[in-house]
């Protein structure tokens, strides 16, 4: 997609959508960062119903540590991968607080280094609290990105290489928001709704529905 497309695409996400944000409910960095960890091939809903709960009880890191595997299955049983999400979990409190006295780091390298994060949770952890431009690519984005021809590749790495250099500067931070919440609700997998889409006459998308 040329750039001058490019640029036309997130001036229109960002007028209709000024100030992004994550769809998961959290209080503190500690919270989004299990939040994300439990959001791993789950749904965003999913999860909120499970921590709603999960954090009045164990909302620390030094909280989930004593609350251990076991006990912390319940609370997460209704989402996918719950065994060994719950392990993470814990294996990560712990971690946290042995090397961070519980204070999530602000660091790709010392994040990347806990159970269960992974450069997608890394990059989500990184853009909402510390306010890094970083782009987190998930289903929707690496759906949305080879669709639309906005930033074509093969892997979700190649698509956020890309993205990274196509976007425009001021439009990184809040880049993958806007992303994931367009393929969520509007460029959907199965049925993408592309007579309500505001970028319909940009998208080069030649399977475009009419209804």
């Keep these: 997609m040329p750039p001058k497309k490019v640029r036309a695409v997130f001036e229109r996400?960002?007028?209709?959508?000024?100030?992004?944000?994550?769809?998961?409910?959290?209080?503190?960095?500690?919270?989004?960062?299990?939040?994300?960890?439990l959001s791993a091939q789950a749904t965003?809903?999913?999860?909120?119903?499970?921590?709603r709960t999960l954090f009045q009880d164990a909302g620390t890191p030094r909280k989930m540590a004593a609350l251990g595997?076991?006990?912390?299955?319940?609370?997460?049983?209704?989402?996918?991968?719950?065994?060994?999400k719950a392990k993470n979990v814990v294996a990560m409190s712990r971690l946290l607080l042995e090397r961070h006295g519980g204070e999530v780091p602000g660091d790709r390298e010392s994040l990347e280094a806990l159970p269960g994060v992974g450069?997608?949770?890394?990059?989500?952890?990184?853009?909402?609290?510390?306010?890094?431009?970083?782009?987190?690519?998930?289903?929707?984005?690496?759906?949305?990105?080879?669709?639309?021809?906005?930033?074509?590749?093969?892997?979700?790495?190649?698509?956020?290489?890309?993205?990274v250099k196509v976007i425009p500067p001021e439009y990184r931070h809040h880049a993958h928001h806007w992303l994931i919440l367009h393929g969520r609700y509007v460029c959907k997998a199965a049925k993408p709704d592309c007579p309500r889409c505001l970028i319909n006459d940009l998208c080069e998308w030649p399977e475009k529905t009419a209804g």
């Design 69 to 84: 595997e076991d006990s912390l299955v319940p609370y997460i049983n209704r989402i996918g991968l719950y065994k060994s």
């Design 44 to 51: 965003d809903k999913s999860v909120n119903l499970a921590t």
């Design 119 to 163: 450069r997608k949770t890394a990059n989500v952890v990184l853009n909402t609290i510390f306010h890094e431009p970083t782009i987190a690519v998930d289903t929707h984005v690496f759906r949305l990105a080879n669709r639309t021809r906005l930033a074509p590749g093969k892997d979700v790495g190649e698509v956020e290489e890309k993205l």
């Design 13 to 37: 996400l960002a007028a209709a959508n000024p100030a992004p944000t994550t769809e998961l409910e959290y209080k503190t960095p500690y919270q989004l960062l299990v939040a994300v960890i």
